[in-house]
């Protein structure tokens, strides 16, 4: 099963973008990629997934590299509450969705 | 909220009991997943599940087993409950739209 490779920690000032990163070097041409983000004592919260395309929603955008080998998740104003961890994972509904431990964001006021 | 819940919520149980933790959706969802999750090692996959009586083991399945009687509910089942199972477990669901998943608030589970 293909894994995912993200720094153990990042910090961002708070209302600045911030970019995540995450490299998939033997992500398959079926896999999916999946951001999730994690609050402490509650479940992980879906951000944003996408498969080739960048793709864009109302928390987050999502950069895709042209190989797939690697991908970045940009929040483009931190605010405190965007204080969690967040993990970058390969998969497609069916299949099994492995987590890694993420990359924990501080957000500096 | 994507129409799941989780029960227990908290349990504290002894060694060597048996505990039943319940998964309940109402999205119609095929795909449902147990996790656990502790400190140091993120979430692991436990068993997951892509149909009614269908099942498989993910990662960390010693110790566990599951059953899916109907598409609505996913139980993960400890026979024997060990100190070693205390954990915070996650149950997820995933469907056709979207091809992701969704998580469950979580059930704390202390063995004692």
């Known amino acids: 099963d293909a894994k995912t490779t993200q720094p153990n920690s990042m910090e961002s000032n708070e209302e600045e973008p911030v970019h995540l990163p995450c490299n998939h070097s033997?992500?398959?041409?079926?896999?999916?990629i999946h951001w999730y983000r994690q609050l402490p004592s509650q479940g992980p919260e879906y951000v944003i997934h996408?498969?080739?395309s960048n793709v864009n929603n109302r928390m987050a955008s999502l950069a895709i590299a042209e190989d797939r080998k690697s991908s970045t998740l940009i929040l483009h104003r931190a605010t405190l509450r965007d204080a969690a961890v967040y993990y970058c994972i390969l998969g497609y509904t069916g299949n099994q969705f492995y987590f890694g431990t993420g990359t924990s964001l501080t957000v500096i006021p | 909220d994507a129409g799941i819940t989780q029960s227990p919520r908290h349990k504290v149980t002894e060694t060597g009991t048996p505990v039943t933790l319940r998964c309940h959706q109402t999205?119609?969802?095929?795909?449902m997943y147990w996790y656990r999750q502790d400190p140091g090692h993120g979430l692991r996959l436990i068993h997951y599940s892509y149909g009614v009586k269908d099942t498989d083991k993910g990662e960390v399945s010693d110790g566990y087993s599951v059953s899916r009687s109907k598409t609505e509910d996913f139980l993960l089942t400890l026979e024997s409950a060990t100190s070693s199972q205390t954990s915070v477990y996650f149950c997820a669901i995933g469907g056709s739209s979207g091809n992701t998943i969704y998580f469950g608030e979580g059930s704390w589970l202390t063995v004692v």
């Open positions: 996408g498969l080739t």
């Open positions: 999205e119609n969802h095929r795909y």
């Open positions: 033997t992500i398959s041409g079926t896999d999916y």
